[in-house]
């Protein structure tokens, strides 16, 4: 069973559209994060969610709201797509705190065109 | 605030040959020191990460790293590289008490036949 799973994998959509990503744990982590991957590959950190409750909110367009239903899921809803939002987009999840790693998943290709 | 410097990026080495990726980081207060992998199209996974106790740390794929407080180091080294070792390595740096790692730009790891 895969520990750390976002669907879909690929995304291919037109500017202004609205799109969401979704992600899953079944690790029993109480934290979970995403994590924009840029061109260059550089990673930054969006969001994180403890247990259903958002910890980190980095300088994020609004555009972009994280939804924790529970504490196995959080999702990523993007509205008004740009050119800029494309990018990998990488769900992680952590136990307890991020001192002690994360556990990534696969990643999301978001392509706007 | 933290930050990582990866000073290289992009090595390249003869297969068998060994290796050593450069990370410095910067830190008012402890941190825990992390380095990942990313194999091409792929999620991050974690290689080896340290916390506390000995400054050697061994990692999966014979990977080690060598925490440096005086130095604000922690460079990982492989004594033989294996063409399989072609990826992205990306030092990362998390504050203690904190959920947040912050992660280095990457060094891209090319393994020549």
């Known amino acids: 069973d895969t520990a750390v799973s976002q669907t879909p994998k690929y995304l291919v959509t037109q500017m202004g559209n609205d799109k969401s990503i979704k992600c899953e744990q079944n690790?029993?982590?109480?934290?979970m994060y995403w994590y924009k991957q840029d061109s260059k590959k550089f990673l930054k950190i969006m969001f994180s969610?403890?247990?259903?409750?958002?910890?980190i909110n980095e300088t994020v367009p609004n555009r972009f709201s994280p939804k924790s239903p529970d504490k196995a899921h959080l999702n990523l809803h993007i509205n008004s797509l740009e050119l800029g939002d494309s990018a990998v987009y990488f769900c992680a999840s952590s136990l307890v705190s991020g001192n002690y790693g994360y556990t990534f998943g696969s990643g999301t290709r978001l392509t706007v065109v | 605030a933290q930050s990582v410097t990866q000073l290289d990026s992009q090595v390249p080495v003869f297969e068998e040959a060994p290796v050593e990726l450069r990370c410095n980081y910067s830190?008012?207060?402890?941190?825990?020191l992390f380095w990942y992998v990313q194999y091409p199209n792929q999620g991050l996974q974690l290689l080896l990460k340290?916390?506390?106790?000995?400054?050697l740390v061994k990692g999966i794929n014979g990977f080690e790293a060598e925490f440096n407080k005086s130095q604000t180091s922690f460079h990982l080294r492989k004594p033989s590289v294996h063409i399989s070792d072609t990826a992205e390595y990306f030092c990362?740096?998390?504050?203690?008490?904190?959920?947040?790692?912050?992660f280095g730009k990457g060094t891209r790891l090319h393994i020549l036949p």
């Open positions: 830190s008012s207060v402890s941190v825990y």
């Open positions: 340290y916390l506390s106790g000995s400054t």
């Open positions: 969610y403890n247990n259903k409750e958002l910890i």
């Open positions: 690790l029993g982590h109480d934290t």
């Open positions: 990362a740096v998390s504050a203690l008490g904190t959920d947040k790692i912050i």
